[in-house]
C-alpha cells in the first residue's frame, strides 16, 4: 500500500487515515507493533515530527496503544476495530450517496441501482 | 535551552539596497524548516548571516546563544549555493579535510552515504557530473552531527531518484537538538518533510507557520499558497 499524500488536507490527517488503512487491511495485525516513529516517517517520507503527530492522534483513539520501553502496539480491542471498520464504511456509503445525488439519483432510485448491482456481481 | 537561532531586528543592506529588513525570527531546536521565496528576498543573505560570512548592517544574530564566530561554526553545518571544493581534488581528499576540520564530521556516515548512491571515493570531481558534485557536497554536510543544517538550495541540480534518498538522509538524521534549515524554489518535492515555512519576500517575513496549520486555515498545499502570494 503506498503513501499517497493529497494537497489539500493536513499531512498528519492523511497519515492517521492510511495508517488505519493499514490496520484494517492487516498489514499492521492486533496486537502487533507498529514501526517506530523514525522508520514509518522514513517509508512514508514525511516529517517524524508530523508522523509523531498523527499516531499521538491514533492513541486517542485508543486503536493504538503505548507500552511504555517497548513501543507502540495494535489494540486487540474487537470492539475499536469493529468501530472503526464501520466508522470508515460510513464515511464511504455517505460519499457514494453524495455523488449518486450529483448525478441526480433520488433515494429509490440509488437502493434499485445498488440492489442490481450486488446481485451481479454474486 | 531550546531557542537554537534568534535574530534580534537583522538588518543587511549592500549599499543603498536593503536585502534583509529588521527581521526578527526565533528557530528552536528539532525542526525542519523551508526558507521559500522568490529570487533576491533574502534567503542566501540570511543563511549567509548565519555562517558568518556576512555581518549584520544593524541588529544581532545569535546561534546557541553566541554572535556566529568559531565557535559557532562548530555546530552550523553549511551547504552553499555554490560548490568551493577545488576540482582537483578527490572524494577521499575532502573527507580528509572534513575530518581535519570538524570534530563532529563522522566519516563512517560519509562512506557509507557514498557507496549508497554509487560515488568512488577515488574519483576527482573534475571528472564529476554537477549533479554528482552535489551529491558529495551534501553528504559531507550531512554527516556532521550538528546543531543547525543550513541547506541553501540543496535538491535544484540532482535528479530525482537522489532527490529523494537526499530528503531520506534528512528524515533519517532528525533529532530533536537539531534542526535544518533548507531554502527552496522545489516546495512540492520537500513540503512533506518539512514542520515550517518561512516565506521571505524583499527582506521582510512574510509567514512563519508549520505546514499543517497552512493546509488545515488555507485548504491548499504550501506550494499552492506560495504560488497564490508570489503571483507574478
Not at chain 1, 500500500?1 to 487491511?25: F, G, V
Not at chain 2, 534583509?20 to 548571516?49: A, C, E, F, V, Y
Not at chain 2, 581528499?93 to 581535519?100: A, P
Not at chain 2, 519576500?201 to 502570494?229: T, Y
Request: charged letters at 25%.
Amino acid at each position: 500500500m503506498p503513501w499517497t499524500l493529497d494537497d489539500s488536507r493536513p499531512i498528519y490527517l492523511q497519515l492517521e487515515d492510511l495508517i488505519k488503512a493499514r490496520i484494517i487491511a492487516g498489514t499492521y495485525k492486533p496486537g502487533e507493533r507498529l514501526p517506530s516513529v523514525r522508520e514509518l516517517a522514513a517509508e512514508a517520507a514525511v516529517n517524524p515530527n508530523t508522523m509523531q503527530k498523527a499516531l499521538t492522534e491514533l492513541e486517542r483513539s485508543g486503536l493504538v496503544y503505548v507500552q511504555r520501553t517497548s513501543g507502540r502496539f495494535i489494540t486487540e480491542d474487537t470492539n475499536i476495530m469493529k468501530e472503526l471498520k464501520e466508522h470508515l464504511a460510513k464515511e464511504q456509503i455517505q460519499l457514494f450517496l453524495t455523488h449518486m445525488k450529483q448525478l441526480g439519483f433520488q433515494k429509490e432510485d440509488i437502493i434499485r441501482l445498488l440492489t442490481q448491482e450486488i446481485k451481479e456481481e454474486i | 535551552m531550546n531557542e537554537l537561532l534568534t535574530c534580534v531586528d537583522l538588518t543587511k543592506q549592500y549599499g543603498s539596497k536593503t536585502a534583509l529588513d529588521s527581521i526578527n525570527l526565533i528557530i528552536p531546536r528539532g525542526r525542519i524548516i523551508g526558507l521559500l521565496g522568490p529570487n533576491g528576498s533574502g534567503k542566501t543573505t540570511l543563511i549567509k548571516l548565519i555562517n558568518g560570512l556576512l555581518s549584520p548592517t544593524f541588529g544581532h544574530l545569535y546561534i546557541n546563544g553566541m554572535e556566529p564566530g568559531p565557535e559557532t561554526k562548530k555546530v552550523v553545518s553549511y551547504l552553499p549555493e555554490r560548490t568551493y571544493f577545488n576540482s582537483w581534488m578527490k572524494v577521499t581528499d575532502i573527507l580528509n579535510f572534513f575530518c581535519d576540520f570538524y570534530a563532529d564530521f563522522s566519516r563512517v556516515r560519509a562512506e557509507d552515504m557514498l557507496q549508497h548512491l554509487g560515488i568512488d571515493p577515488k574519483a576527482r570531481l573534475s571528472a564529476m557530473s554537477k549533479g554528482t558534485k552535489e551529491k558529495v557536497q551534501l553528504i559531507m554536510v550531512m554527516s556532521r552531527d550538528a546543531d543547525l543544517y543550513c541547506l541553501d538550495e540543496p535538491i535544484g541540480g540532482v535528479d530525482p531518484a537522489a532527490r529523494d534518498y537526499i530528503l531520506q538522509t534528512i528524515i533519517s538524521n532528525y533529532n530533536e537538538h537539531a534542526s535544518v534549515l533548507i531554502s527552496t524554489h522545489l516546495i512540492s518535492d520537500i513540503e512533506n518533510v518539512l514542520d515550517d515555512v518561512i516565506f521571505i519576500q524583499n527582506g521582510h517575513i512574510r509567514l512563519h507557520a508549520s505546514v499543517d496549520a497552512i493546509r488545515e486555515q488555507e485548504g491548499k498545499s504550501v506550494d499552492a499558497l506560495f504560488r497564490e502570494v508570489f503571483r507574478c
